[in-house]
């Protein structure tokens, strides 16, 4: 009896670390999203982009217009007198739309904000971006009010899926992590397996010698911004679900969207999955067990990544900021 006592405990605590590190993992892709687009942007480009979680924030009301129809229940749009809000043409519509959408924000922004300033210092570069993701988000909270809106998950993974040792996890947290693995995938052959990616690892390399052997940069920097700017879009879609939609999310994911690029390297995109993950699985480990240690948690593993290897585990010393 007592044996059995010991394997139905130890059957309890086995389900609980494998859930703890499902959600996790789950948090840690929608870092690993914004992320991925943060460090190929500062990598590449050495701008430091405070803006680019105003790009989540676009991107998680985007898919909110495109996958479902909303009543306004504040904000101008109310005043306006707009009854309801949206196209309700679902989620799989808003996750091939919202990332062609923010991508064309992320082109004019790199066109008329971002290319003005590479050869300004670091600090102009982060006041204007900060300011700038001060604006979008003030502009959302007089169009749609500070209230949240709920981002329905799509019928076809609302309910919970039974997974072996864990039982009933929610099924669209198992989604996230699909999805995040698949663009993941995309973006490293993008980067890794093409001319684009090359040009683009060379400029970053060496931007001076690419434009001496007669290739402008000019395009596939842009490209690249657009690029990261799509995948803060994605992220926005597949993350809208598991949160409450509230003009302050873009502010919310940005910091530990940072954290990620720091510890796993800038300009990695191998850094940013592994720096995700970390992040991921400490705040939830911390939650489950420290709620109160969460935020400082984090933190935490960054200094001490930073202390044993400043320019992130998978970073470069020539990209390290």
Request: aromatic content about 10%; hydrophobic content about 55%.
């Amino acid at each position: 009896m007592f044996l059995v006592a010991d394997g139905v405990v130890l059957v309890v605590a086995l389900d609980r670390v494998i859930t703890i590190l499902l959600n996790g993992l789950q948090q840690g892709a929608i870092y690993v999203l914004v992320a991925i687009g943060l460090s190929i942007i500062l990598g590449t480009l050495k701008f430091v982009n405070f803006a680019h979680g105003a790009l989540y924030l676009i991107g998680t009301y985007a898919g909110l217009l495109v996958t479902l129809q909303i009543q306004p229940t504040g904000g101008r749009l109310a005043d306006w007198g707009y009854a309801t809000l949206g196209l309700g043409w679902g989620f799989l519509a808003a996750l091939v739309i919202v990332p062609v959408v923010v991508f064309v924000v992320g082109l004019l922004m790199e066109r008329f904000v971002a290319r003005p300033f590479y050869d300004r210092p670091d600090t102009d570069q982060i006041l204007l971006t900060f300011g700038l993701a001060i604006v979008v988000q003030e502009v959302f909270k007089i169009l749609f009010g500070g209230q949240s809106y709920n981002f329905a998950r799509p019928a076809w993974a609302s309910g919970p899926v039974h997974l072996p040792v864990v039982g009933a996890f929610p099924e669209w947290r198992l989604y996230v992590i699909g999805i995040t693995a698949v663009v993941v995938v995309l973006v490293y052959a993008l980067i890794e397996y093409t001319d684009f990616g090359l040009v683009v690892r060379a400029g970053t390399r060496d931007a001076e010698m690419v434009q001496l052997l007669g290739i402008k940069l000019s395009r596939p920097y842009l490209m690249v911004f657009g690029v990261g700017a799509a995948l803060a879009g994605v992220a926005g879609v597949v993350g809208g679900p598991l949160y409450a939609v509230n003009p302050n999310i873009g502010t919310e994911v940005l910091v530990p969207s940072f954290l990620v690029v720091v510890i796993g390297g800038v300009g990695s995109i191998t850094g940013a999955v592994l720096g995700g993950i970390l992040i991921g699985e400490t705040l939830a480990i911390l939650v489950a067990v420290a709620p109160q240690w969460s935020q400082v948690g984090i933190y935490l593993l960054a200094a001490i990544v930073l202390l044993a290897r400043p320019q992130g585990l998978l970073g470069t010393e020539e990209v390290a900021p």
